[in-house]
């Protein structure tokens, strides 16, 4: 098979997309489209997400030191579209698109409640990557729609249509 030279941006695909919540201080929610995240430990469990400093949430995690990893079904792809695409700094997005939330159980965070999984986070760590900070957060709690848990306590992630 010929090889030939490819775009070396976001190489690593498919990864999954997601929405990050957090708060602020003043006690501001927001959310923001992220496509760098993974997971980074098992024991103990962490994962990883990259943020451009320019962006509103960047201040508001690193003044709170916590935030919830959203996953994403195709069912929210236009709360997805609309928190990707919007600033919270001029508006109240998570309002203004018509997403669910709740406070974190574990974390200062709102989870968005209509996504099927939420994944609370206290960051541990963070890495200046180059064009993003990967802020690392160790797991706190996991939340999954009831429909997507397995006997063995685990997620059935076929379930999920991923956007």
């Known amino acids: ?34 496509a760098y995240c993974g997971n980074c430990s098992f024991a103990p469990p962490m994962v990883m997400v ?55 159980e574990k974390v200062n965070a709102p989870l968005l409640t209509d996504c099927p999984v939420n994944i609370e986070c206290s960051v541990v760590n963070s890495v200046m990557t180059g064009s993003h900070e990967m802020f690392i957060g160790k797991v706190e709690a996991v939340h999954c729609d009831k429909s997507l848990l397995q006997k063995n306590g685990g997620i059935d992630f076929s379930k999920i249509d991923f956007i």
Not at 29 to 34: E, F, G, S
Request: some cysteine; glycine content about 8%.
């Open 1 to 34: 098979m010929e090889k030939v030279s490819a775009n070396m941006k976001s190489c690593l695909q498919p990864a999954p997309k997601v929405l990050v919540s957090c708060r602020g201080a003043d006690g501001k929610n927001n959310a923001l489209a992220v």
């Open 50 to 104: 990259g943020i451009v400093p320019t962006r509103y949430s960047y201040h508001m995690i690193q003044e709170t030191k916590c935030f919830v990893v959203n996953l994403v079904d195709k069912k929210q792809k236009k709360i997805f579209d609309y928190l990707g695409s919007h600033s919270g700094r001029n508006e109240d997005k998570l309002a203004n698109c018509g997403a669910s939330v709740a406070d974190g």
